[in-house]
């Protein structure tokens, strides 16, 4: 391809609060419309904003969560436009001075690590909701969401392939949730995307005209939107056409993107300081505060899982990849189960199964306690792993059964007996003398046959390192 990917992104993410940015009004989704809605938010005469502090406090952990310049002193500003679910007139947003300045996310791709630059995060309250048809031939407004806290972070043109910006969404997605500041509900609106694509040709400098995908709340609608919006002006601009900046939608159901308006420009919006609200002042002892109070990050953790528990760069950054992930498997630490099979299993048989009914680690049928009590049984050598997985695959019906009861059920008790094993062991080698000499002429492969058919004779319930050791000891006289 003669073209290389330019994008960048913009994260609008709802703080977890329980009051509005500006007022003291109630933040809850799914609410009666405009059961939420409060004089300040539907702009009635002489009402005057009161910044939440709760919200200031969760920019800065996100802030120091990306080692980023916390600004001392920021400003809020007024973004005009019309809209009919803004009843203002304008945004309270923040424009030249916002709170979080210059920092950094980074993100595996492949075997290297990239470095996504944050340019800044800013404070600012959400618009309301408009619905249509509701009413028929009529638009509805609802004023439930005006004035929800958000931040929102806004990246370099960092990226340059779907597969990046999805990996970057996601891993922020992780990071807000771990810090506290967001609950990551993405079809409640709560982590959405506005994604910048543009396409330059290979060895320029020149950036190409971008424009904006608006509202994605979906990674796998950001990858969509992105694969598509990227042919389109491929094949636009080698068919000899140009490209306008613009804001897009993407439809889920056509998988393509539309137009929705021409990009505005920052002067457009007019932005100016809001008379009504003082200069954020924040403090370095501010900072020194909540720093105090900010949880191991995921990068820390990951490393110390390495050091500490002895899993693999790759277990470690499969545990780390969310906050319920990493919940579920110190649940497992806690129990006192072997920290490496534990991610085994959940990086292994659960994720497969989680992924294949398309539910997350937090819903799984098999709790913490239970899967617990079946590593124990492969950590005792009571059965094998075979024995396990079809252990699982009951739990994973009826997590009400208790693994030893189904172990004696099923007759999955492995056999560690020496005396046993050593008779099994005797037996295949005398009806299996070919293989034997196979062995002993060089061919190392019959020895894994002459296992496989202790284990046969036995069932599956010979232990299977018992079964090596006692058949090398026998081949090797």
């Known amino acids: 391809m003669n073209w290389d990917i330019v994008i960048g992104i913009e994260t609008h993410v709802q703080l977890k609060t329980n009051t509005k940015q500006f007022s003291g009004a109630p933040v809850e989704f799914g609410k009666e419309p405009n059961s939420q809605a409060c004089l300040v938010s539907m702009a009635y005469p002489g009402v005057l904003p009161v910044l939440n502090k709760e919200s200031v406090n969760s920019a800065i952990r996100f802030g120091l969560s990306i080692e980023a310049e916390i600004a001392s002193r920021s400003i809020f500003a007024r973004k005009n436009y019309f809209y009919p679910d803004l009843p203002k007139g304008y945004q309270i947003s923040q424009f030249e001075l916002p709170i979080v300045g210059k920092g950094k996310l980074s993100i595996d791709i492949g075997d290297d690590l990239k470095e996504v630059r944050i340019l800044r995060a800013h404070l600012e309250e959400d618009a309301g909701k408009s619905s249509h048809g509701v009413i028929e031939g009529k638009s509805g407004i609802d004023l439930n969401r005006a004035g929800t806290p958000l931040l929102e972070i806004v990246t370099e043109p960092d990226m340059s392939s779907a597969e990046e910006a999805v990996t970057y969404a996601k891993k922020l997605h992780n990071l807000v949730q771990w810090i506290g500041i967001c609950d990551g509900n993405m079809q409640e609106g709560s982590f959405r995307c506005d994604v910048n694509v543009s396409v330059k040709k290979k060895d320029t400098d020149v950036l190409g005209t971008r424009r904006e995908i608006k509202n994605l709340n979906s990674f796998r609608f950001i990858k969509q939107a992105i694969d598509y919006e990227v042919n389109w002006q491929i094949e636009r601009l080698e068919d000899g056409g140009e490209i306008e900046q613009a804001t897009i939608l993407f439809d889920p159901e056509s998988g393509e993107t539309r137009s929705m308006r021409s990009k505005e420009e920052a002067n457009d919006y007019r932005y100016f300081p809001d008379p009504d ?11 020194k505060k909540i720093k105090k109070l900010m949880p191991e ?3 820390e953790m990951k490393l110390r899982f390495e050091k500490d528990l002895g899993l693999s760069a790759y277990d470690a950054e499969g545990i ?3 906050l319920d992930v990493t ?11 072997n920290p490496k099979l534990s991610a085994n299993w959940i990086l292994g048989n659960l994720f497969s199964k989680l992924k294949e009914k398309d539910i997350g680690i937090e819903n799984s049928p098999i709790p913490p306690k239970k899967l617990s009590s079946l590593i124990s ?3 005792d050598k009571t059965i094998s792993n075979n024995a396990a997985k079809q252990i699982f695959e009951i739990l994973w019906e009826d997590s009400d059964k208790e693994v030893d009861l189904i172990i004696d059920e099923l007759g999955l008790k492995q056999i560690s007996d020496s005396n046993k094993i050593d008779e099994i062991v005797d037996e295949v080698m005398k009806t299996n003398s070919a293989m034997v000499e196979e062995f002993k002429s060089g061919k190392d492969k019959a020895f894994n046959a002459l296992i496989g058919q202790v284990m046969k004779a036995s069932k599956g319930k010979a232990n299977p390192s018992q079964v090596a050791s006692i058949l090398k000891e026998k081949l090797s006289k």
């Open 320 to 322: 780390t990849s969310s």
């Open 297 to 299: 990050l995921p990068e």
């Open 277 to 287: 609200l003082l200069p954020l002042i924040i403090s370095d002892e501010d900072i």
């Open 377 to 379: 049984r492969i950590q």
């Open 327 to 337: 919940q579920y498997f110190l649940s497992l630490i806690d129990l006192g189960v």
